[in-house]
């Protein structure tokens, strides 16, 4: 089975930092990859598809990038309401299996 | 719009069988390429998916807990309906029910959750 890995587990930053957070997959998933965010108390949001496409309603300052094994979230200008916790996803035919997330605390 | 809405049991007892349902609107599970899937998340850790239906009532499984899990649909009802047999404490946590967006297997419709907690 495929698992994913995401670094770090925790990121201290600050309002307006440009952060990035990664996943890599144990076997190379081509673009099969998706992000999401979640805050307390509150299910998952998709943020990111296929690796690299944005959701709809998901704001520009949100982009993902990679293939194969290795994956980035990048937000470039962090606002107060992207502390949360983020979590990449991988989808083959037979299951889908989470990371397991990273946690944006604020510094 | 769509939406869906997970219900079941808040507090059962070990060994019992977990029965929950997800009603959804705005889509039908008879469109090609559609899929609901449950994922389960204990207090404080991260997202576990448990199992995924296709329109075509293709059924994937997590391998870990397979024996344990039946995911069915009732397209009349708009419901999709996962049992887990044998619950135990660590089964506690919060139960989410959600649409596949795509062929990429993203999930981009969520339930709301619902909390169930095992325990004697």
């Known amino acids: 089975d495929i698992q994913m890995t995401q670094s770090p587990s925790s990121l201290p930053a600050s309002v307006g930092d440009r952060v990035t957070i990664t996943c890599r997959a144990s076997?190379?998933?081509?673009?099969?990859l998706n992000w999401y965010q979640q805050k307390p108390g509150k299910a998952p949001k998709l943020l990111i598809y296929?690796?690299?496409s944005l959701q709809s309603g998901v704001p520009s300052r949100f982009s993902g990038s990679g293939s194969g094994t290795d994956f980035t979230l990048t937000i470039s200008s962090l606002q107060l309401e992207d502390f949360a916790t983020y979590y990449c996803?991988?989808?083959?035919?037979?299951?889908?299996?989470f990371g397991q997330g990273t946690k944006l605390e604020i510094k | 719009q769509i939406t869906l809405k997970e219900s079941g049991p808040t507090l059962m007892k070990p060994t019992q069988t977990l029965t929950l349902t997800c009603s959804f609107s705005?889509?039908?599970?008879?469109?090609?390429?559609?899929?609901v899937g449950w994922i389960r998340q204990p207090p404080g850790k991260a997202l576990e998916w448990l199992a995924l239906i296709y329109w075509d009532d293709d059924k994937r499984y997590n391998p870990s807990l397979k024996n344990r899990l039946t995911i069915t649909k009732d397209t009349s009802k708009n419901q999709v309906v996962l049992t887990m047999t044998n619950a135990d404490p660590v089964d506690t946590g919060t139960y989410y029910c959600a649409h596949r967006g795509s062929y990429y297997g993203d999930l981009d419709f969520w339930g709301q959750g619902t909390l169930v907690t095992v325990s004697s």
């Open positions: 705005g889509f039908s599970l008879t469109t090609s390429g559609v899929g």
């Open positions: 076997q190379r998933i081509s673009t099969y």
């Open positions: 296929a690796a690299s």
């Open positions: 996803q991988h989808s083959s035919s037979t299951l889908y299996t």
